[in-house]
């Protein structure tokens, strides 16, 4: 499987401010995910970056709120924009093998997020 | 809207029992599905997919699918206080392009 970085691990962050979650893996994939898991809930996702296109964005989740980046095929990038308390998460970022894995997806070290 | 459902939980059994953790879902054109441990403050970690019906066994682990009922289980066998997690259950939708996920179900283990 790949190994999926992120940064930062974890961060506290004011109201109103805006953070940028990076993911890194180290091989070319073809999809990356971002997902969200509040306190105590399980995974939603929040979208599919895209290489070289916009994300695709669940419902509920805007890009104005939550823009992403995916510059290249092992690279991403997602920003919670403008933080309220209802953000602080985990951010995940997830991938998807080039081939041979099927449809498994599998997930980064997460990044923790306080808003205060 | 497109749903997995779990039982939240805990489950608890002793060590050396058979855990049996149990999933349905909604959408009948879901053709993979995954059973992922999480444990408390990490990420999720694949334990097994399954894509056919029937049983595939990975070691103290027995993923069983039936489509026509659309249920999925998990059975740990030999189950060890290490087990204790969150096991969530994931569905892959839009041909296997996107998962979605149970609330996941504790699983307690004790010595």
């Known amino acids: 499987s790949a190994v999926i970085s992120q940064k930062p691990s974890r961060d506290i962050c004011q109201r109103g401010t805006s953070l940028t979650i990076q993911c890194q893996v180290d091989?070319?994939?073809?999809?990356m995910f971002w997902y969200r898991q509040q306190p105590g809930q399980s995974l939603t996702l929040i979208a599919t970056a895209n290489q070289g296109s916009e994300a695709t964005y669940e419902s509920g989740f805007v890009i104005d709120k939550f823009p992403i980046s995916r510059p290249n095929l092992t690279f991403s990038t997602l920003t919670v924009s403008n933080m309220s308390p209802e953000d602080s998460s985990i951010y995940l970022c997830?991938?998807?093998?080039?081939?041979?894995?099927?449809?498994?997806?599998?997930f980064g070290p997460g990044t923790r997020l306080t808003v205060l | 809207q497109k749903e997995v459902e779990q039982n939240s939980g805990p489950l608890s059994v002793p060590e050396g029992a058979i855990a049996s953790l149990n999933c349905t879902y909604s959408?009948?054109?879901?053709?993979?599905f995954f059973w992922y441990r999480q444990y408390s403050g990490k990420s999720p970690e694949l334990i097994m997919s399954?894509?056919?019906?029937g049983d595939k066994e990975d070691g103290r682990f027995t993923a069983q699918l039936n489509k026509a009922s659309q249920y999925v289980s998990l059975l740990i066998r030999d189950s060890q206080p290490s087990d204790s997690a969150t096991y969530l259950c994931a569905a892959g939708m839009e041909y296997g392009n996107k998962l979605v996920f149970g609330a996941g179900t504790i699983l307690r283990v004790k010595s």
């Open positions: 959408d009948r054109g879901s053709q993979s």
């Open positions: 091989s070319q994939v073809t999809m």
């Open positions: 399954i894509y056919s019906n």
């Open positions: 997830s991938v998807k093998a080039l081939a041979g894995d099927g449809d498994t997806q599998y």
